[in-house]
């Protein structure tokens, strides 16, 4: 005589839904990107790179450009320059360097074309990513009224000067990357 079959417990089936319900919106989180309506997606690039390494890309779009890297697996970094195409952690401009996603904001006067070189970090023994170009179409405001130049007829390959949020930002930067810098020796010393 068979085991009388006994009903599923009516906490099993909430929790089941409960983790579906959880991965759904999981997924529409990495499907659904939280990105402004003024920024314009110009191209998708995915791609490996192994510990130590670097693989280099070249940006030759005019204006502000935004890019957004996220590490898939193990840790891409970004450096961005526009004095080298082959930016490295000795040699950069603006940088990024999360766990997660990396964001560099490349403003208009940047010279074209822009070096872009993504590091595949030591601690992982391969990285893969993707990253989103975007090309930003926000108009910037001034708050002392119009700049003293005029971008209308304007050459978009004209260099402009940095604007104080430039600086500010750069000083961020260099102040992260000597904050990650100091953080990585000491994992690495660590571990």
């Known amino acids: 005589m068979a085991a009388p079959r006994r009903p599923a417990a009516p906490w099993g089936r909430a929790v089941l839904v409960l983790l579906a319900s959880q991965a759904v919106s999981l997924a529409n989180c990495f499907e659904e990107e939280d990105v402004p309506e003024e920024w314009l997606l110009l191209h998708v690039v995915q791609g490996q790179i192994g ?40 040699d950069y401009e603006l940088q990024s360097v999360t766990c997660g996603q990396d964001v560099v904001f490349i403003p208009a006067h ?8 993504i590091y595949g970090h030591p601690s992982h023994h391969e990285s893969e990513f993707e990253m989103k170009v975007y090309y930003d179409r926000t108009i910037e405001q001034y708050p002392f009224g119009e700049p003293a130049y005029s971008s209308e007829g304007a050459d978009p390959g004209q ?16 102040l992260w990357t000597i904050l990650i810098s100091i953080l990585k ?7």
Request: overall charge negative.
């Open 110 to 117: 940047f010279q074209r074309p822009v070096g872009i070189g």
């Open 159 to 174: 260099k402009h000067p940095y604007a104080p949020e430039d600086a500010s930002q750069e000083e961020e930067s260099v």
């Open 185 to 191: 020796l000491v994992l690495e010393i660590l571990f």
């Open 51 to 90: 510990a130590g390494n670097y693989s280099y890309l070249r940006l030759n779009h005019e204006g502000k450009i935004v890019l957004k890297m996220q590490s898939l697996k193990g840790d891409a970094d970004l450096y961005v320059s526009d004095s080298t195409l082959h930016p490295s952690f000795d």
